[in-house]
């Protein structure tokens, strides 16, 4: 297995038939599973589970402690945050087996999903969304959106470089970082 072009932590456990990109780094204790697929340039941090049939983009950052179970798929940029949690069952019974069964979620590009946010299946996650710390997610979440809370609600919305954007009174707003301008029009927010 000399000929990798990713790395992988000696303790990582990697099955057959899955597809990492080059210049992907796999660190401590984490197991990535038969038949997903990970993209080129993204760091899977400690203790990550990678499950089958998961997609990830390119440069996809994974914190330590993330479980990305089986019917989530991620787009590029995507951030995931420090223990924050997918499901894939929206009614898990130990007794019962519902594998045929998983909700699928979509993450968008550029989207973050901060620290110990918990995202129920079958809700979509919007490009460059912002989920705050410790939020549940019960419903699909729109791009750029910025929601907190439990159950998560939108406060606000968010530039592709993660500032919170204020519209004025003909609907447009600045990201103070990039200088690029965003339009909020219908509820619908989208760059100019």
Not at 88 to 95: D, E, M, Q, Y
Not at 173 to 186: G, M, R, V
Request: glycine share 10%; hydrophobic share 35%; net charge neutral.
């Amino acid at each position: 297995m000399n000929d990798k072009t990713y790395f992988a932590h000696h303790t990582a456990v990697i099955d057959p038939d899955c597809e990492i990109g080059e210049g992907t780094k796999i660190w401590h204790f984490s197991h990535i599973m038969t038949g997903c697929k990970i993209g080129r340039n993204c760091n899977l941090g400690q203790n990550v589970v990678v499950s089958p049939e998961v997609v990830l983009g390119n440069n996809v950052k994974v914190q330590n402690n993330v479980s990305i179970y089986t019917g989530v798929t991620c787009d590029d940029d995507v951030f995931l945050g420090p223990s924050m949690v997918f499901t894939n069952v929206i009614n898990p019974r130990s007794a019962i087996n519902r594998r045929g069964q998983y909700l699928k979620t979509h993450v968008g590009k550029g989207a973050t999903i901060g620290a110990n946010a918990t995202i129920v299946c079958g809700h979509d996650i919007g490009p460059y969304a912002f989920i705050g710390a410790g939020s549940v997610v019960t419903r699909p979440v729109k791009a750029y959106a910025l929601v907190v809370g439990n159950p998560a609600r939108q406060i606000g919305w968010m530039s592709e470089y993660g500032h919170r954007l204020h519209f004025d009174a003909s609907g447009r707003a600045q990201c103070p970082e990039s200088k690029e301008w965003y339009e909020l029009k219908d509820d619908q927010v989208t760059k100019v």
